[in-house]
C-alpha cells in the first residue's frame, strides 16, 4: 500500500500484506497498535456501519434517500481517516471532520422529518425490505458511536466524530421512517403497544 494524490488516497497492489499476522495493525499516521485496541473496534463500527448503509442502498429507495446516503458513505471513510490518526498538536492539518458536517445533517433530519407526522410511540424496526435495512443501520451507529466514546476513554480523538454519528442515527432513524410509511400506505407505521402481548 502506498499514499499519493488526495483523489487517491490509496493504492493498493496486493490486497494481502501479512503485516497484521502477529495481532497488530497500522494506524493513518504508521504507527503500530493491537488490533485489540478500542480504537480499532470503532474503525471496525464505521466499516460495518458503512456496510449496512450499502446494504440498504442495495434496496429499492424513494430517489431523494439515496443520493445523502451515498454521500455518507464517502463521509464515513473520513470518520474513519480522521479516527485512525490520534489527535495531537502535530496532526491538526490531516483530514479533520467539523462541524460543517454536522450541521447538513442536522439540516437534512429537519428536511426529511417534514415530511413524517410526529410519533406516538417507538416505532417498531421494520417497515419492507428497505426500512427494516435503515433500522438495521440505524442500530450499527449507535454502537458505533459508543465504540468511538470508548476509544475516546483512551486517546485523544476528535470528539465530533461522536457527535457526527449521533446525528446521522438519527437520520437513518428518519429514513426507515420514510421507508415504512411507503412500504405500509395506509396502515401507517408499526408502533410499540405496550404490553400487547399480554
Known amino acids: 500500500m502506498t499514499n499519493s494524490r488526495r483523489d487517491e488516497p490509496v493504492r493498493l497492489t496486493r490486497i494481502y500484506t ?13 504507527t503500530r497498535t493491537s488490533k485489540t485496541n478500542p480504537l480499532i ?6 466499516d460495518e456501519l458503512n456496510a449496512a448503509i450499502g446494504l440498504a442502498l442495495a ?44 450541521d ?33 443501520a440505524r442500530a450499527v451507529c449507535r454502537r458505533a458511536e459508543r465504540d468511538v466514546l470508548v476509544a475516546a476513554g483512551g486517546q485523544a480523538v476528535n470528539p465530533l466524530l461522536a457527535v457526527y454519528l449521533n446525528r446521522l442515527s438519527d437520520l437513518l432513524f428518519i429514513c426507515g421512517r420514510i421507508c415504512g410509511r411507503v412500504a405500509s400506505g395506509s396502515d401507517g407505521e408499526r408502533l410499540w403497544r405496550p404490553g400487547a402481548s399480554d
Open 18 to 30: 501479512r503485516t497484521g499476522d502477529e495481532g497488530e495493525t497500522s494506524l493513518g499516521d504508521g
Open 41 to 46: 473496534a470503532a474503525l471496525g463500527s464505521l
Open 59 to 102: 434496496a429499492p429507495l424513494p430517489e431523494h434517500l439515496s443520493s445523502p446516503l451515498e454521500r455518507i458513505q464517502n463521509e464515513l471513510f473520513d470518520l474513519g481517516a480522521d479516527l485512525s490518526v490520534p489527535l495531537t498538536e502535530g496532526s491538526r492539518e490531516r483530514l479533520r471532520v467539523g462541524q460543517v458536517r454536522i
Open 104 to 136: 447538513a445533517l442536522e439540516r437534512l433530519c429537519d428536511e426529511l422529518n417534514a415530511e413524517l407526522e410526529p410519533l406516538r410511540s417507538f416505532v417498531l424496526p421494520g417497515g419492507g425490505e428497505a426500512g427494516a435495512r435503515l433500522h438495521l
